[in-house]
Antibody
Framework: EVQLVESGGGLVQPGGSLKLSCAAS????????MRWVRQAPGKGLEWVAV????????YYVDSVKGRFTISRDNAKNSLYLQMNSLRAEDSAVYYC??????????WGTGTTVTVSS | QSVLTQPPSVSGAPGQRVTISCTGS?????????VHWYRQFPGTAPKLLIY???NRPSGVPDRISGSKSGTSASLAISGLQAEDEADYYC???????????FGGGTKLTVL
């Protein structure tokens, strides 16, 4: 079964850092763009960052540019999100998502990030 | 304020048909970009429901359908069932923002 499993979430103080990981299985990871999408408590969906199959192209939503870095390790079938200078408004469930032709066909179960003092 | 506009809530009785609208603009849906729909049950991850405006992934019943016209798209659910109660999101691509955009989401309540 195609699966995405996130890890690395937790409680962090404002200004702190956190690195999320996503382990992919049962599909050819190197063939897909991958994305992080977040959902703040009680709010809608917001894409955060996206990366192409070989990691040479990366795009970010304006609110995280310069603070977040998306990366991937194709040898390990893994996707990452390094989050620095975290703010309260970054608190959300972060989903690892597989992309296909501009839509998101497989979603992980999510990992929760809470930014609070 | 989401780039794609959805009604915050819709409701219907079991067996009825409901539609959820997704209104965009000339830089996204109106520019010809495809619309996709996702369903999210409370406490779980979203799941792809309709892709490329009207296609259903395997396992999605044919009482769920999607359409697109002009700068808008719609999701229709007929033969409403209690299990349809969830949040629904539309998504497209926006050329002005050079990225994917979501609607604000619609909560479907089965009366």
């Amino acid at each position: 079964e195609v699966q995405l499993v996130e890890s690395g979430g937790g409680l962090v103080q404002p200004g702190g850092s956190l690195k999320l990981s996503c382990a992919a299985s049962e599909f050819t990871f190197t063939s897909y763009w991958m994305r992080w999408v977040r959902q703040a408590p009680g709010k809608g969906l917001e894409w955060v960052a996206v990366i192409n199959p070989d990691g040479s192209e990366k795009y970010y939503v304006d609110s995280v540019k310069g603070r977040f870095t998306i990366s991937r390790d194709n040898a390990k079938n893994s996707l990452y999100l390094q989050m620095n200078s975290l703010r309260a408004e970054d608190s959300a469930v972060y989903y690892c998502v597989r992309c296909y032709n501009y839509y998101m066909d497989v979603w992980g179960t999510g990992t929760t990030v809470t930014v609070s003092s | 304020q989401s780039v794609l506009t959805q009604p915050p809530s819709v409701s219907g009785a079991p067996g009825q048909r409901v539609t959820i609208s997704c209104t965009g603009s000339s830089s996204n849906i109106g520019a010809g970009y495809d619309v996709h729909w996702y369903r999210q049950f409370p406490g779980t991850a979203p799941k792809l429901l309709i892709y490329v405006s009207s296609n259903r992934p395997s396992g999605v019943p044919d009482r769920i359908s999607g359409s697109k016209s002009g700068t808008s798209a719609s999701l229709a659910i007929s033969g409403l069932q209690a299990e349809d109660e969830a949040d629904y999101y539309c998504q497209s691509f926006d050329s002005s923002l050079s990225g994917s955009v979501f609607g604000g989401g619609t909560k479907l309540t089965v009366l």
